[in-house]
C-alpha cells in the first residue's frame, strides 16, 4: 500500500526519525538486534533512515525495499556508499534468491499489507537457516486511525494473528517486548 500524504509527511519529520533511533531500534538492539558484517534486509525501507541507523552493524550488505518510488528516491540523501535501495513489492520479492539474507528488519510496516502474510513467507524464503527477522509493529492501528485518518488499509492484521503466522511460516519467537502501543519482536527461522 502506497502512503497517503498525511502518512509520508508523518513517515519523513525529524518526529518520527527520533522515535525510529531512540524507541525502535533501541528496542531491536536490546532484542538482540547486534550482528555485525551480516546480509540485512530492510523491507519498507521509507527514506532511508532504518539504513542510517542499521549502518552501526557494518552489515556485509544492505538492501532496502519499498513498495513507493518516492520514498526510494529520498535514500540518496543520506549518502550511503554500497547500500542497494530498490522499489519492491513486500509480497513478491521473488527477485531476492532464496536463503541469501542473515537478517531481516521490519520497522512498522505489515499493517500497511493487506496481504501481509505474503510477507512472512517471503522472509521465511529469502532467510539463511537460522537467519533473524526483526519486526516491530502497533497495536490497536484501527483506532489510530479513525482519530488520525492516516488511511491504513482495512486488514486482519494484529499482533495476535501475526504471532500465529510467524510460528507457522517456521519462525520461533526468540523475544518479543511491549512498550506502550508497540510490539517488538526478534524471530527466528528454524
Known amino acids: ?5 498525511i502518512e509520508f509527511k508523518a513517515m519523513n519529520n525529524p518526529v518520527r526519525r527520533f522515535i525510529q533511533k531512540q524507541i525502535e531500534f533501541r528496542n531491536f538492539k536490546w532484542l538482540g538486534l547486534t550482528d555485525r558484517n551480516k546480509n540485512i ?3 519498507g525501507c521509507g527514506s532511508g533512515y532504518g539504513a542510517v541507523l542499521l549502518s552501526s552493524l557494518e552489515p556485509k550488505s544492505y538492501m532496502g525495499i519499498d513498495l513507493m518510488p518516492e520514498q526510494i528516491a529520498l535514500t540518496d540523501r543520506w549518502h550511503l ?10 509480497t513478491d520479492i521473488k527477485d531476492i534468491r532464496s536463503c541469501t539474507k542473515d537478517i531481516i ?3 512498522g510496516i505489515l499493517h500497511h499489507i493487506p496481504e501481509w502474510r505474503k510477507t512472512i513467507k517471503e522472509c521465511c524464503r529469502v532467510l539463511t537457516s537460522s537467519g533473524k527477522l526483526f519486526v516491530e509493529e502497533p497495536s490497536g492501528i484501527k483506532y489510530f486511525d479513525k482519530i488520525f485518518h492516516m488511511g491504513h488499509p482495512l486488514t486482519d492484521f494484529n499482533l495476535h494473528d501475526l504471532e500465529d503466522e510467524l510460528k507457522k511460516n517456521g519462525f520461533a519467537i526468540m523475544k518479543k517486548r511491549r512498550l506502550f502501543w508497540l510490539g517488538t519482536y526478534y524471530v527466528q527461522k528454524v
Open 81 to 90: 556508499s554500497g547500500y542497494d535501495f530498490k522499489v519492491m513489492d513486500a
Open 105 to 107: 528488519i521490519l520497522f
Open 41 to 43: 534486509l530492510e523491507i
Open 1 to 5: 500500500m502506497k502512503l497517503s500524504d
